[in-house]
């Protein structure tokens, strides 16, 4: 963990570090996803199965390759009531936030007579990416396949690694609630690749959502034109900004939330208070060793932790834009006026009381973001990642006459005469 203070002559470059530092995406990563991806699109599911073997250690051919609905059905049949009830909470919750997303067909006419508008329809196959390499992911499967569902999307493909072929009761329980329509036992760059190309066995998809490690995020950013993808949502990452009023506790608790996440994961605290920041390093480090996930917390948290003592919580702002975080905390009075003034992040965790962790199961966002500075441009998972719109136009002779000339003159201009004849042909004769 890096301790800075914007007070510090050298904090700018310091920092700038920080900003640029490239935890997810290093040469290594793209040039293995290159190699695994090649062959899967040229070997499909004998690449897929080696992999899986290298990777997962388990043969699929003995393990099987689809998990059936029977299974996800038992799986959902023999959940603890409160983990069932938890399931179905944050799947209630999730539907009724995606259903707002819905979008509105336009269909008008101009002043000109001409009908304008657009029409939106779903994508007709989705594949949704689950992790399950350190931790299972039920709810990333509620978060990919609810919005899905919302769009109208026909045919949901679920892949999702299985380490040692073995698989946690919730994702199935999860798959059962949420509509999901298939399930394949693999993971990693190899399981995106064998959506976006087809193998043997499991037939192409038209878009490919969900968030994973370094190789799944990496896969995804390689594969996108062959497929289309939601964004790239990698190693998990937090920023919160607090101030001297804050239980330490509660805070180290949230840095280490994202932290556990992945060794490449990214947590960092702004606050205006110093005494402050030591009491939130002095917890953290506290914490991690009673947490089960504490060698990973303990990597990412001394590799990529920050600390940043800053002169006023309305410093800090500039700087979260830089870092463009996917979640960013906002622990104080008036989260709102900070709120205000900040431009890039993935999602928003308003007041002292909304922890960042109740967004990744039951409050109703997507938790699927954009990390590794990408909430510059990109958003998190919603329903119009599973739909697309399709324009359309209607003229009569009136409009036409209209219009038309204008067209005339500017394909004679670009040069392609075939243009101009197509438009002129139906103008009245002058
Ligand atoms: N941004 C988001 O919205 C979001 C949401 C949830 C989770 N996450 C992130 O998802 C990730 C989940 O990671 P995970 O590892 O638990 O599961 P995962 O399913 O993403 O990755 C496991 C797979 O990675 C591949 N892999 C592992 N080591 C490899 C190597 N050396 N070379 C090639 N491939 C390799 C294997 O195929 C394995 O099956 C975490 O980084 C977490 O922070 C992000
Ligand atoms: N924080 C993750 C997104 O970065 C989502 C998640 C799922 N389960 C726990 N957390
Ligand atoms: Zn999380």
């Known amino acids: 963990m890096i301790n800075l203070s914007t007070a510090d002559p050298a904090f700018d470059r310091a920092f700038t570090t920080l900003v640029n ?26 690449a897929l199965a080696a992999f899986t073997k ?54 008008t006419t101009d002043a000109a007579g001409v009908r304008l508008g657009a029409r939106w329809n779903a994508i007709q196959a989705a594949g949704i990416y689950i992790p399950g390499g350190r931790a299972a992911y039920p709810s990333s499967v509620l978060m990919n396949a609810i919005p899905a569902r919302v769009a109208g999307v026909e045919r949901i493909a679920m892949v999702t690694p299985t380490p040692n072929g073995e698989i946690n009761p919730l994702v199935l329980a999860a798959a ?23 193998t043997g066995r499991i037939a192409p998809v038209d878009v490919i959502t969900g968030p994973g490690n370094a190789w799944v995020a ?47 994961s990214q947590s960092i605290l702004f606050t205006d208070d110093a005494a402050f920041a030591r009491a939130v390093a002095d917890a953290v480090d506290l914490q991690i060793g009673t947490l089960s ?23 800090a702002l500039p700087l979260v834009d830089r870092l463009a975080p ?17 431009r890039h992040a993935g999602s928003v965790f308003m007041g002292r009381h909304t922890p960042e962790a109740i967004g990744d199961y039951v409050a109703g966002p997507n938790h699927v973001l ?16 599973f739909m697309k719109r399709t324009s359309f136009l209607q003229l009569d002779p009136a409009s036409l006459a209209a219009i038309g000339p204008a067209a005339v003159a500017l394909a004679e201009a670009e040069g392609l005469p075939a243009h101009a004849r197509s438009v002129a042909l139906r103008l009245p004769l002058t």
């Open 21 to 46: 530092a490239r935890r997810e995406a290093d040469a290594d990563v793209a040039r293995d996803v290159r190699t695994i991806v090649a062959s899967v699109r040229d070997e499909g599911d004998a």
């Open 54 to 107: 290298k990777f997962d250690h388990h043969d699929l051919n003995e393990t099987g390759w689809r998990i059936e609905r029977s299974e996800w059905l038992a799986a959902y049949e023999g959940l603890d009531p409160v983990l069932r009830d938890a399931l179905e909470l944050a799947a209630e919750r999730i539907t009724a936030y995606h259903e707002k997303q819905r979008p509105a067909d336009s269909d």
């Open 176 to 198: 059962h609630i949420a509509g999901v329509t298939e399930m394949w036992r693999i993971g990693g760059a190899q399981a995106v690749a064998a959506l976006a190309y087809g």
């Open 218 to 264: 990496e896969a995804k950013r390689q594969l996108y034109g062959v497929v289309g993808i939601d964004m790239v949502a990698g190693p998990s990452e937090i920023v919160v900004v607090a101030d001297g009023q804050n239980d330490a506790n509660w805070i180290a608790a949230d840095l280490l939330s994202q932290s556990e996440h992945d060794p490449t």
């Open 293 to 315: 996930t504490a060698q990973t917390a303990r990597t990412a948290w001394d590799a990529n932790g920050a600390i940043i003592v800053t002169a006023s919580l309305e410093e």
């Open 326 to 342: 996917e979640h960013l905390e906002l622990a104080c009075d008036d989260p709102q006026a900070l709120f205000d003034r900040v």
């Open 370 to 385: 954009p990390t590794g500075r990408r909430a510059r441009f990109a958003s998190g998972l919603s329903v119009l990642d």
